[in-house]
């Protein structure tokens, strides 16, 4: 049974930072490319980064400089951590595992506002 599980989402001020999880359960970890997803309202879900098992990171624009994604192998987690957020950074964030098949986690809300 494969299960992913974020954790660590909710209301921030813009300016501030949040450090999102996920858990993973059911899969050989170390081999998945790990992936952050984002969906806000009316939007299509969007890539913001990517971790693959080789190591090497990439972001998307809105966020490359901000957002740091890392993970630990032994903890069968991937990070997300998330600095100077804007109010654009609001969403819901989703982590997402991917091999042969690809596998999502159930989403943790981010709220950047006053």
């Known amino acids: 049974q494969v299960q992913l599980v974020e954790s660590g989402g909710g209301l921030v001020q813009p300016g501030g930072s949040l450090r999102l999880s996920c858990v993973a359960s059911?899969?050989?970890?170390?081999?998945?490319?790990l992936a952050w997803y984002r969906q806000a309202p009316g939007k299509q879900r969007e890539s913001v980064a990517f971790i693959p098992s080789g190591g090497s990171t990439n972001y998307a624009d809105s966020v490359k400089g901000r957002f740091t994604i890392s993970r630990d192998n032994a903890k069968n987690t991937v990070y997300l951590q998330m600095n100077s957020l804007k109010p654009e950074d609001t969403a819901v964030y989703y982590c997402n595992a991917q091999h042969t098949w690809s596998y999502w986690g159930q989403g943790t809300q981010v709220t950047v506002s006053a």
């Open positions: 059911g899969i050989s970890f170390s081999i998945y490319d």
